[in-house]
């Protein structure tokens, strides 16, 4: 079972699923945060394949959501579904607080009721806060948020580590770092850059340009998943990385270049919710996952300008 399976990583992940023959329930409600039909674009293909099924269901709804797992049984639960983004849960906290945290304690409560044996949980590099140290290490203090969103990301992994203390299900915490490529989110920077440089429109750039993110390909991320449905554990949570920093003039400058176009830049105030560097340690995540993302930044993001044109 994949929640949140028509969105950007959950499509991906549901297609690679099923090619590979596993059933996939995949459990979206289609919310608006984004345009609803991106996702519907995202599984037409797999709503033709015999390894799929969809629940437009929000997890949310508790009664329609222990039907799905009644009827369904899934052994393994990856919950992808969220309210993403950092500085929109700034502005709607209680909307973050009832998707993220409410809706995770649901499917962990369906999860125990129907007998599931793992669950994998999406967490995120936000949880880290603006730690100094890097790059990042899972065993690095997190109790410093600076944000709803990622308060709410480390309440998901301490409710998975008491659903698994208390009722024993194997829980994985996944810290995706800043995942971009094919059906990426509109929200975020690369998505974001590549549209509006593409119009000529202006775009806003936060701070000196020097903040650098841990960008990770969709593809590394999904090999990633498949890693983790196929190990047995008991209760981790792992980086999941490109580990490396790319710098955020530098992510611009290769916009610039894939498209042909210079970028309009605003200049703005750096934000104090978001960390100035996120870079990851994936050396647990080789260890126990054989994890090795292979794709660098400007071969992802050919990648995506070379989707970007066909929508």
Same mark, same amino acid.
């Given at each position: 079972?994949?929640?949140g399976?028509?969105g950007?990583?959950?499509s991906?992940?549901?297609?690679r699923?099923?090619k590979?023959g596993?059933?996939v329930v995949c459990?979206?409600?289609f919310?608006d945060y984004?345009?609803?039909?991106a996702?519907?674009r ?5 709503l033709k ?9 929000d ?5 329609k ?7 369904e ?5 990856v ?9 929109n ?9 009832d ?12 999860s125990?009721?129907f007998g599931?044996k793992?669950l994998i949980?999406?967490s ?6 603006k730690?100094?140290?890097?790059p990042?290490?899972e ?13 709410t990301?480390?309440?998901g ?7 698994h203390?208390?009722?024993? /299900?194997?829980c994985m915490?996944?810290?995706f770092?800043s ?5 990426g989110?509109?929200d975020m920077?690369p998505?974001?850059?590549t549209?509006?440089i593409n119009?000529?429109?202006q775009?806003?750039m936060y701070?000196?340009g020097?903040s650098?993110?841990d960008y990770?390909y969709?593809g ?9 449905v196929?190990?047995?554990f008991s ?5 999941l990385?490109?580990?490396?920093i ?5 992510l611009?400058?290769l /916009?610039e ?6 970028a ?8 104090e919710?978001?960390a100035h560097?996120?870079y990851?340690d994936i050396s647990?995540a080789k260890?126990?996952?054989s994890f090795?993302?292979?794709t660098g930044i400007?071969e992802?993001?050919s ?9």
């Amino acid at each position: 079972m994949v929640t949140g399976g028509a969105g950007f990583i959950g499509s991906h992940f549901s297609e690679r699923l099923a090619k590979e023959g596993h059933s996939v329930v995949c459990i979206d409600n289609f919310n608006d945060y984004y345009d609803p039909n991106a996702k519907r674009r995202n599984i037409a293909l797999l709503l033709k394949s015999k390894n799929f099924s969809l629940y437009e269901n929000d997890i949310l709804e508790f009664e329609k959501l222990k039907k799905i797992f009644e009827k369904e049984k899934p052994e393994i639960i990856v919950h992808l579904a969220a309210s993403v983004g950092v500085r929109n849960s700034i502005t709607n906290p209680s909307m973050y607080a009832d998707i993220n945290v409410k809706g995770t304690i649901n499917v962990l409560e369906a999860s125990r009721l129907f007998g599931a044996k793992k669950l994998i949980f999406s967490s995120s590099s936000s949880v880290y806060g603006k730690n100094k140290k890097i790059p990042f290490s899972e065993s690095d203090p997190v109790d410093n948020p600076a944000s709803v969103y990622a308060v709410t990301k480390r309440t998901g992994e301490l409710l998975c580590k008491a659903y698994h203390d208390l009722y024993g /299900i194997d829980c994985m915490c996944l810290r995706f770092f800043s995942v971009y490529g094919p059906r990426g989110r509109p929200d975020m920077a690369p998505y974001k850059f590549t549209s509006l440089i593409n119009q000529n429109k202006q775009i806003e750039m936060y701070g000196d340009g020097s903040s650098g993110r841990d960008y990770t390909y969709v593809g590394d991320i999904i090999n990633g998943l498949m890693k983790a449905v196929e190990k047995n554990f008991s209760f981790d949570t792992v980086n999941l990385g490109n580990s490396g920093i790319v710098k955020l003039m530098e992510l611009i400058s290769l /916009i610039e270049s894939l498209l042909g176009k210079k970028a309009i830049i605003k200049n703005c105030p750096a934000k104090e919710e978001e960390a100035h560097t996120t870079y990851a340690d994936i050396s647990k995540a080789k260890k126990i996952l054989s994890f090795n993302p292979k794709t660098g930044i400007r071969e992802g993001m050919s990648d995506f300008v070379e989707w970007f044109k066909t929508i």
